[in-house]
């Protein structure tokens, strides 16, 4: 018996994850999420401020005392599209290997692509069947086709719900989201024909919300999917709320409540241009996919 720890250090949050693996399997003991929001300057400056920087340290001292609590033999640390932007990335790198020990590897966007793939593939029978993987995060959306459980493209598009929120204007935000969202589809369609996609999967955790407040909002028993028209209903009545009243009725945190708008439109443009009517919410991500290469 081994335990291990991934942690993903994404632009809008750092998650991390503990498991224990029996004869190859993981049993997930623990996991923490602090939001640690590093698109948020990253990607309206260049770089990460040192506010950030000693808030980093403070959460891998934080992980570290969980680390020795759960006795973790092993820890693998992923960064994604903010670090791959920051101009000073490297200093972060730094300090988290001075306090810990650890080494973090920024991953490309197709790596992301394929650990993401790899923790779908463990939810979702992926095997003789052609699908799309959607990621949202807070710097980039990932859009993957997967076809007889192999990634056979990917590409990394720069709508992620951070740099959106740059955008105060909602109307201009739609906006840019369908220019995105239009780019993505033709990228699709040089690939592949879209007709041919039996179903999507959303993968992180705007996309877990989503399935969250289909429950919520409209009352539905499964929070495991959801079809064109929920999404949409799910958007209008968001759109409607202010931002503390997201927090106060549908008890999200803070870093939720903001980012959820833009994720959500995202996941409507998308289906509605692919005439896809269901996206599949497995309760999978990066993380998974860094605790099951680790397995591998």
Known sequence: MTTIAAIDIGSNALRSSIAVVKRQKLHIVHQLREPLRIGEEVFRVGKISEDKLKYAEITFVKLLRLFDRFGVEEVKICATSALRDAKNSSSLVQRIKNISGLNVQII?????????????????????????????????????????NLVMATRSFNIGTLRLLQEKNMRKMESLIEDETFQIENYLRKKINIHEIEFAIGTGGNLRRMGKLRKKILRKDSDKFASYKDIEKIYNVLAKHTFEERIRLYQMRRDRADVIIPATYIIKSILARLHTPKILLPDVGLKEGILLSMVD
């Open 108 to 148: 490309s966007g197709l790596q992301e692509a394929k650990l993401i793939q790899q923790a779908v593939s463990s939810a979702i029978a992926l095997s003789h069947r052609e699908a799309l993987l959607i990621d949202i995060g807070g710097g980039s959306t990932e859009i993957t086709i997967v076809k007889n």
